[in-house]
Every structure is written in structure tokens, then in C-alpha cells.
């Protein structure tokens, strides 16, 4: 089977080190960016100076006319994809559910949810046999802020990784007699730029002390686990969940 990935969200942070590493181990790359070209192009060319090959495409993943634009130009340049991760997240600026509007819920559930499920549909439609796919693989990049409910800070983003929780259970399940696994990583507090759209660049290093490990974690561990998830290593795991939350 060709191991053609795409990874949304990978211009930066978690998505950029899984594309550095799902290349070093012989997948074929899109990242996938929202605005950043000129990271996503760095990511590209980290991986193409490594003998890999990758190519990057601009595409909000919580618009579906978008996300057909993604896949109809990954279909050109790439070829099938076999897997998919769902790593394109947000999260808005820490505040009480009585200070929240209804646009910046829709936001964080069009980007965290509603996307992950469009573009896993899409990736069905090339994964699946009954499509003309050789089967494939799915990870979804969820938090362990869906099992702890981020109370003070961000319920409505933690709401939309617990929905993504139970999309990946219910898909694994749907799938799982057809070729197809879909599974989970729910990293805790990792350093990435992720915490600057909360409001505080330094969550992590602040918080530190009430992680039980002692520190935060780094993107490639993260970037490992979705690896292991994607592999035939994991040829027997599908509806699963790996918590990378330094005990947390
Ligand atoms: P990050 O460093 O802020 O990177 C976010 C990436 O997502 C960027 O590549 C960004 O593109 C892209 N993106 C955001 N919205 C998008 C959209 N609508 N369409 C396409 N791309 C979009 O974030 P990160 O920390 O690596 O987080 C990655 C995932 O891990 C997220 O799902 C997040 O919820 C999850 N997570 C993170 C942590 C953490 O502590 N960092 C913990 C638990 C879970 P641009 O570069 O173009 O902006």
C-alpha cells in the first residue's frame, strides 16, 4: 500500500513534528496549514533536505468546500492517501461558559469537531474498498482536556475533544470490518504555540508543578505515539486512546 499521509495542521507544533517524522519513516506528506505558509514551507523543505518528499496546501479544515479543494488537489499531487491525521486545532482565550458567545462555541466546534469529520469522511471515500481504497489508517489528535473538562479555562474546547473522543469510538467501530482503524492521542500540556491563543504563551512552564511527571511534554513524543497509532504495529488497535499527560 502506498503510505501517502496527510496531516492537517501541520505547519506548526504537534502536526509539523509528526510530518518531520512520519517522513523519516517513508511516508509520502501533505501538510496541511491554515495561514502560515511560510512555516508549512519550512516543515517542507526540513523533510525534502532529508531525502523525503512533501508538499504543503493552505485549506481551512472546518469549511467543506475547503476540505474537497484539500483532498481533489492531494488526489493530483500525492496520490490516495492511506492515512490521515486530524491534528488541526483551536482553542480561544480562557474564560467562564457565562462569558463565552455562540460564535466562539461555533468556532471551536466547527474547527475540532465538525472538521476531523469531514475530512475522516473524505478519507473514507479514498480508504474504504466499497470506494476502490486499499483501507488506511486515522488519528485523531484529541486532549486529555476531554476527560479532565478544563473547568475556569476552556469547557467549550474541552466539550469539543470529548465529542472528538466519541467520534473516533463510534468510526473505529463503523469501519473496523472494512480495512480502516481510527484512533486517538490526548496529549496534556505540550510546548507549542497552541497556549498563546488561551491568552498565556507560558501555560506550560507555569504548570508544571501540577503535572505528576514534574515537566511538560515535547512534540515528537507526541508525534511517536501517532505514528505507532498510524503503523501496522498497531494492526489490532482501532477505538483506542493513547493519554500522553505525564500522568496527568
Ligand atoms: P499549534 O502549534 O497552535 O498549531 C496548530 C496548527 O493547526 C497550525 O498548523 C495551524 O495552521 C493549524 N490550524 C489551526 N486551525 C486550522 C484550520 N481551521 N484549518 C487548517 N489548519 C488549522 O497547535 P498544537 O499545540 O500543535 O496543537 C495541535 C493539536 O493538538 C490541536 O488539535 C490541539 O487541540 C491538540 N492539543 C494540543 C495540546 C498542547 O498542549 N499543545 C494539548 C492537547 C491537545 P497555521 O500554522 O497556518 O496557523
Redesign the pocket.
Known amino acids: 500500500m502506498d503510505k501517502n499521509l496527510l496531516i492537517?495542521?501541520?505547519?506548526?507544533?504537534?502536526?509539523?513534528a509528526t510530518a518531520v517524522l512520519a517522513a523519516a519513516q517513508g511516508y509520502r506528506v501533505c501538510i496541511?496549514?491554515?495561514?502560515?505558509?511560510v512555516?508549512?514551507e519550512r516543515v517542507c523543505e526540513q523533510i525534502r533536505e532529508a531525502g523525503g518528499h512533501a508538499i504543503a496546501i493552505?485549506?481551512?479544515?472546518?469549511n467543506e468546500d475547503e476540505i474537497i479543494r484539500l483532498f481533489s488537489r492531494v488526489d493530483a499531487e500525492l496520490g490516495r492517501i492511506s492515512a490521515l491525521v486530524n491534528?488541526?486545532?483551536?482553542?480561544a482565550e480562557s474564560a467562564r461558559l457565562e462569558d463565552m458567545s455562540e460564535f466562539r462555541m461555533l468556532k471551536i466546534m466547527m474547527?475540532?469537531v465538525v472538521?476531523p469529520m469531514l475530512c475522516s469522511k473524505h478519507a473514507l471515500l479514498r480508504m474504504l474498498p466499497r470506494h476502490g481504497g486499499n483501507g488506511g489508517s486515522i488519528v485523531n489528535?484529541?486532549?486529555?482536556?476531554a476527560r479532565l473538562g478544563s473547568a475556569g479555562e476552556y469547557i467549550d474546547?474541552a466539550a469539543s475533544?470529548g465529542a472528538l473522543d466519541t467520534f473516533t469510538m463510534g468510526l473505529a467501530k463503523e469501519v473496523a470490518g472494512e480495512g480502516v482503524r481510527v484512533n486517538a492521542v490526548?496529549?496534556?500540556?505540550?510546548?507549542?504555540?497552541?497556549?498563546a491563543?488561551s491568552g498565556d504563551p507560558q501555560r506550560?512552564s507555569k504548570l508544571e508543578s501540577t503535572i505528576p511527571m514534574g515537566r511538560?511534554?515535547r512534540?515528537d513524543e507526541?508525534a511517536e505515539a501517532i505514528l505507532w497509532l498510524l503503523s501496522d504495529k498497531a494492526s489490532y488497535s482501532t477505538g483506542a486512546f493513547i493519554d500522553m499527560a505525564g500522568g496527568r
Do not use: C, E, W
Not at 492537517?8 to 509539523?16: C, E, L, V
Not at 489528535?141 to 482536556?145: Q, R, T
Open positions: 492537517t495542521g501541520g505547519s506548526r507544533g504537534i502536526g509539523a496541511n496549514y491554515l495561514s502560515d505558509h512555516s508549512a493552505q485549506a481551512d479544515v472546518s491534528n488541526a486545532g483551536t482553542v474547527s475540532n472538521g489528535v484529541s486532549s486529555a482536556a474546547y475533544k490526548r496529549p496534556g500540556y505540550i510546548f507549542t504555540d497552541f497556549h491563543l506550560v511538560g511534554g512534540v507526541v
